[in-house]
Nanobody
């Protein structure tokens, strides 16, 4: 199984980025997908998740209203559109796949990508 994130980079506060995560080696269309992030010196934390069929989404409070998770099962890809970025959004962003529940816990997700760095300057 491979999850490969892309789209990270350096952006000014108030700007936008779109992260992508391309999946292979698993039946993508039956896996719930999540985005997590980890800032230096902090634990990995939940950002957003989407149901395997796209029927539901969930967001952490700090990103609600600014981030949008979506997926294209035909392309085996999940996206995270990030708008109105803040310096506190600076972190490594990871996508993850879960075959059972769609929730906020790191332990729920069986497969992880290598991460992509997002840096927001003030």
């Amino acid at each position: 199984v491979q999850l490969v994130e892309s789209g990270g980079g350096l952006v000014q506060a108030g700007g936008s980025l779109r992260l992508s995560c391309a999946a292979s080696g698993l039946t993508f269309s039956v896996h719930n997908m999540g985005w997590f992030r980890q800032a230096p010196g902090k634990d990995r934390e939940f950002a957003a998740a989407i149901h395997w069929a796209g029927r539901a989404t969930n967001y952490a409070d700090p990103v609600k209203g600014r981030f949008t998770i979506s997926r294209d099962n035909a392309k085996n890809t999940v996206y995270l559109q990030m708008n109105s970025l803040k310096p506190e959004d600076t972190a490594i962003y990871y996508c993850a796949a879960a075959s059972l529940r769609m929730d906020t816990s790191v332990s729920t997700y069986q497969y992880w990508g290598q991460g992509t760095q997002v840096t927001v300057s003030s």
